[in-house]
């Protein structure tokens, strides 16, 4: 099987979804942007078929969330016109697209999870760009359409949350983290094992993805601490202290049921992902 991944060669999740992927046995191509213009849909069109892609996953995005209040054509151009040019092309030739998204599409206002019958209302640039990148492709979709929304990455080849804790960790005895914003910390090995079992079983449709269970900023910060072995205060601060431009979610939970309903498997819980990624690349 055969597949494109864009933002494979240098994005936290396209990286580990390159990964995984060849160590089931894919051929992957990923181009960085300076190989292929993304939004010339003739050219992308052209590299598809010279390449006999089978499979697009897309992780490209505008992912700085306060840059994104800053700069809104960019954001719309990355997160809403990319997958409408996508969508066109792997629609015309019936390529299997598996698109990404996010849990900040929400308003935070619920506080149990929210699952993909729940209404989005975004409260920043971010989350409206990408919500409107989602319904682009939903509005039209075809039956090798995934859209899949997800949460709060960790995992390597990118600097990411767990390794900017664990290098300040190691150089102070206290660290202040946010403990008012709640989300479903996801391991990017996991989503990327996960999302291809969403292929395996040929479906369609949006779905929520991430690992099991929940935490604030703070406490997977605190987990993070213990997993490393390391010795080190955590103050949970409210986030009104790091004001931010772009306003987040206090709550974004996923409920995945509908993911474990159709692949029959259930995501295993983040602690457990932590230590694996903690474990593996972090000693
Ligand atoms: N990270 C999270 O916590 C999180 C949470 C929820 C959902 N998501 C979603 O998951 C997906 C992947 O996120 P991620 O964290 O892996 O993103 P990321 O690490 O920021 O990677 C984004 C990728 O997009 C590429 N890119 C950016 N601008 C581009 C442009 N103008 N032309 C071509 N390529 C461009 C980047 O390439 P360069 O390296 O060349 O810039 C990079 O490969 C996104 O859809 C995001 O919305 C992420």
Known sequence: ??????????????????????????????????????????????????????????????????????????????????????????RGRNIYLIHYSTDFVFDGKKNTPYTTEDTPLS??????????????????????????????????????????????????DNLNVVHDQVGSPTYTLDLAKYSLKLVDKETSGLFHLANKGQATWCELASEVIRCAGLYCKTTPVPSAEYPHKAVRPSYSVLDCSKYCMITGCSPRSWIQSLRDYVYHYQQ
């Not at 989602?134 to 709060?152: Q, Y």
């Open 1 to 90: 099987m055969k597949a494109l991944i864009l933002g494979g060669k240098t994005g936290l999740l396209g990286q580990a979804l390159a990964h995984v992927m060849k160590q089931k046995k894919w051929e992957v191509v990923c181009p960085d942007r300076n190989e292929i213009d993304l939004f010339n849909a003739r050219q992308l069109d052209s590299f598809i078929q010279d390449n006999r892609i089978e499979f697009v996953f897309n992780t490209v995005a505008y992912t700085r969330v306060d840059q994104a209040e800053d700069e809104q054509e960019s954001a719309l151009q990355l997160n809403k016109n990319l997958p409408s040019v996508l969508g066109k092309v792997c």
């Open 123 to 172: 409260q920043s640039t971010y989350g409206r760009t990408k919500l409107e990148g989602e319904k682009v492709l939903l509005s039209d979709p075809w039956d090798r359409l995934l859209v899949i929304r997800t949460a709060w990455l960790f995992g390597p080849f990118k600097t990411n949350f767990v390794d900017r804790i664990i290098s300040m960790a190691r150089e102070k």
